[in-house]
């Protein structure tokens, strides 16, 4: 079975690559602004929502694989949080058809290091994935907080995520305890300096989950970046300051070559 996907919208191709457990549809307050402008690609990633019987595993590589051949060349890639790294993978392994990379509330790297002092500590994505057996849906909601947390309306963006995790089935526990993995273990911070195209790094100030220093000095690696915050949003600001997001998303994409 392929990956769901669905086209809104006319204008220059922008595929929106969700975060961990959620869906497309988690765009809506975004795609609401940005399809009278742009031709939007909005996929579900393997094991999620409508995606979640397409037999494909939930690895970097095969899942910017397996966008990559659904969507037109020379879209711009925007990924949300997990999404991100895949947007950032299929920048790197697959250049040529990426005309240009948004970075939304995504890091190269979400765990900390010697040398990445700004990522969380590793032992938060253990403990979800250790607890997903035990207590699925409180789990879930658990992450949810987290990523509401900060947002000076965290009532209203929880309650968005909440609205929308299950409203295309739940996602597999072992999907999901792959997707923690992927937060975990990924490092695709060797990458960055050898970026062909323009990418836009755009992070919530009260972020909870990545931190915008983290998103900051990932930009300041890439060539040919962009940094812009969201001054009162929190890991999802597209939720709550949609209107401030596609603008930037609207700025960037003038600057990238067609």
Do not use: K
């Amino acid at each position: 079975m392929n990956l769901f996907h669905e086209v809104r919208g006319q204008g220059p191709a922008l595929v929106l690559l969700h975060g961990w457990a959620m869906h497309a549809g988690i765009f809506g307050p975004l795609v609401e602004r940005l399809a009278p402008h742009f031709e939007l690609h909005l996929l579900d990633l393997p094991g999620h929502g409508r995606s979640r019987d397409a037999g494909l595993p939930l690895r970097l590589d095969s899942a910017a694989e397996a966008v990559a051949a659904r969507v037109p060349e020379r879209a711009l890639w925007l990924g949300w949080s997990l999404g991100g790294l895949v947007a950032l993978q299929a920048a790197a392994a697959h250049a040529p058809r990426v005309r240009g990379l948004v970075m939304l509330a995504a890091s190269p790297r979400f765990v900390r290091a010697d040398d990445w002092a700004a990522g969380m500590d590793a032992a938060v994505f253990r403990t979800f994935a250790s607890e997903l057996g035990r207590d699925y849906r409180g789990t879930l909601d658990r992450f949810l907080m987290l990523e509401a947390q900060g947002s000076d309306h965290v009532r209203e963006e929880l309650r968005l995520l909440r609205t929308e995790v299950f409203a295309h089935g739940e996602p597999a526990a072992d999907v999901l305890c792959d997707g923690l993995g992927l937060l975990e273990g990924s490092d695709l911070r060797p990458a960055l300096p050898a970026l062909a195209m323009p990418s836009l790094w755009l992070a919530g100030r009260r972020d909870r989950l990545v931190s915008p220093a983290a998103m900051r000095a990932a930009a300041d690696a890439a060539p040919r970046s962009r940094f812009h915050q969201v001054e009162s949003g929190g890991h999802a600001p597209f939720l709550t300051h949609a209107g401030e997001v596609a603008d930037a998303l609207r700025a960037f994409a003038t600057d990238c070559p067609p």
